[in-house]
Nanobody
Framework: VQLQASGGGLVQPGGSLRLSCSAS????????MGWFRQAPGKEREFVAA????????SYAASVKGRFTMSKDNAKNAVFLQMTNLKPEDTAVYYC?????????????????????WGQGTQVTVSS
C-alpha cells in the first residue's frame, strides 16, 4: 500500500486547512486509516482514525470538534478537514493505513499498529 499526503501549509490561528491522503496498491488488505502528527521534539501522536467496516471514527481529545476525517471511496482517498487551527496544531501530519486485526475492535490504535505510512505534510499555524 502506498500513501501520498498533501494539503499542508501555513495558516493563521483560527484558519482552516484540508489534508488529503491518496492510497494505492493493496488497499483492500487494510481495515482502516489514521492521521498522526509529530511536532519538533515530540513523539508522534494520534489525531484521528476511521474503520472501513462501519465507518467508526475516533479523534484525539485535543482536536475533537475541530477536525473531521472523511473518505472518498471513488478516489481511494481520505481527508482531514481542520478548522479553528491553533499554534499547537503545528506539526508534520502523516496518514497511515492499518491491516491489524485489532482495528476491528478499536479505532484509536497507536502508531505501532499501522504498517503503511505516507511521507508527511507540514502544517504551520502562526500569525
Amino acid at each position: 500500500v502506498q500513501l501520498q499526503a498533501s494539503g499542508g501549509g501555513l495558516v493563521q490561528p483560527g484558519g482552516s486547512l484540508r489534508l488529503s491522503c491518496s492510497a494505492s496498491g493493496r488497499t483492500a488488505s487494510t481495515h482502516g486509516m489514521g492521521w498522526f502528527r509529530q511536532a519538533p521534539g515530540k513523539e508522534r501522536e494520534f489525531v484521528a482514525a476511521q474503520r472501513w467496516s462501519d465507518g467508526s471514527t475516533s479523534y484525539a481529545a485535543s482536536v475533537k470538534g475541530r477536525f473531521t476525517m472523511s473518505k472518498d471511496n471513488a478516489k481511494n482517498a481520505v481527508f482531514l478537514q481542520m478548522t479553528n487551527l491553533k499554534p499547537e496544531d503545528t506539526a508534520v501530519y502523516y496518514c497511515a493505513a492499518s491491516s491489524s486485526a485489532l482495528f476491528t475492535k478499536m479505532v484509536d490504535l497507536t502508531a505501532k499498529y499501522y504498517r503503511y505510512w505516507g511521507q508527511g505534510t507540514q502544517v504551520t499555524v502562526s500569525s
